[in-house]
T-cell receptor, first 114, second 112 residues
Framework: QQQVKQSPQSLIVQKGGISIINCAYE??????FPWYQQFPGKGPALLIA?????SEKKEGRFTISFNKSAKQFSLHIMDSQPGDSATYFC?????????????FGKGTSLLVTP | NAGVTQTPKFQVLKTGQSMTLQCAQD?????MYWYRQDPGMGLRLIYY???????DKGEVPNGYNVSRLNKREFSLRLESAAPSQTSVYFC???????????FGQGTRLTVV
């Protein structure tokens, strides 16, 4: 029972284009929504995160858009670069229980072509 | 600046063998986690430890046991390995909600 659903599974974008990855969740108790980036042979690393009290957060070329009523959030990568080619995971967690465990989506493999 | 350290990095087991994956963090984090990563399945939580002395099952706990040895160390044990446990295993730690979870480099396990 995947608690966070992520799409697309894979994505090919030309250099300079916009990469968009979407996630949806059901549990309204989730209150922390991070995105992780993973390069081959490495562990995931935090890219950017958002709390549900804001609708958007931007850090450099990376933006999270959050729609609380629709229970959806997305990652936008502006001016995508070949170095952004990696697997991206959205996740969600809730305060108050589960040891703050992160529930991950299935991941999106992004390839940015030169 | 070691962060989260996992050992071993690679392991091949025969069906039925047992082994323990070790994880240690030096960031004084309270919570530690074990995930497995399989192609197309994302990261699935096996077990977690919210604080020293406590452990709880995650999404896919069958066939595994864990020990929170102290605040720094959280081990994962496979008592009788099965081919279905072939995976990449990640240990992670974090201190509280809204903070970054740090991952180790992973253990690539193959069960033949």
């Amino acid at each position: 029972q995947q608690q966070v659903k992520q799409s697309p599974q894979s994505l090919i974008v030309q250099k300079g284009g916009i990469s968009i990855i979407n996630c949806a969740y059901e549990n309204t108790a989730f209150d922390y929504f991070p995105w992780y980036q993973q390069f081959p042979g490495k562990g995931p690393a935090l890219l950017i995160a958002i709390r549900p009290d804001v609708s958007e957060k931007k850090e450099g070329r990376f933006t999270i858009s959050f729609n609380k009523s629709a229970k959806q959030f997305s990652l936008h990568i502006m001016d995508s670069q070949p170095g952004d080619s990696a697997t991206y995971f959205c996740a969600a967690s809730m305060e108050a229980n589960s040891g703050y465990a992160l529930n991950f989506g299935k991941g999106t493999s992004l390839l940015v072509t030169p | 600046n070691a962060g989260v350290t996992q050992t071993p990095k690679f392991q091949v087991l025969k069906t039925g063998q047992s082994m323990t994956l070790q994880c240690a963090q030096d960031m004084n984090h309270n919570s530690m986690y074990w995930y497995r990563q399989d192609p197309g399945m994302g990261l699935r939580l096996i077990y977690y430890s919210a604080s020293e002395g406590t452990t709880d099952k995650g999404e896919v706990p069958n066939g595994y046991n864990v020990s929170r040895l102290n605040k720094r160390e959280f081990s994962l044990r496979l008592e009788s390995a099965a081919p279905s446990q072939t995976s990449v295993y990640f240990c992670a730690s974090r201190t509280r909600i809204g903070t970054e979870a740090f991952f180790g480099q992973g253990t690539r396990l193959t069960v033949v």
